[in-house]
């Protein structure tokens, strides 16, 4: 199921870069963007509509902060005691810092051409 899930968004994000570059070729670059926003509003509108979550009930028994607290002490007790999830939660930031860190270059580089306003 996962597999699946991962093959059709793939696909799908090459579909939209595509049809994205061909679009703004066509016109300019800045059509692209909101087409994009208009497509993530339908989609949206369509999964609110379409999509139910069957058989959830709210637990209300505990106020926000109790529960905070509670998932807060089972992340700590089932992730970061397991040496094996350990290992797993230190691990992310560096595997997605590159994207992390390229979007701090982008920004700097964009915060350089625009003026800043007195």
Known sequence: ????????????MFTGSVLGGVIA???NLRVPFPL???????MFLFAYGVLKDLGFTPDR???????????LTQS?????????IRYVIFSAP????????????????VARVVPVLP
Do not use: D, Y
């Open 76 to 84: 700590i007790e089932h992730g970061l005691r397991k040496r094996s």
């Open 36 to 42: 994009r926003a208009r497509v993530l509003l339908v």
């Open 94 to 109: 560096f595997a997605g810092g590159v994207g992390v860190t390229s979007g701090c270059r982008r920004w700097r580089r």
């Open 1 to 12: 199921m996962f597999g699946r899930g991962l093959v059709v968004t793939g696909i799908a």
């Open 25 to 27: 070729q066509a016109t």
């Open 61 to 71: 028994s505990a106020g926000p902060l109790k529960a905070t607290r509670n998932v």
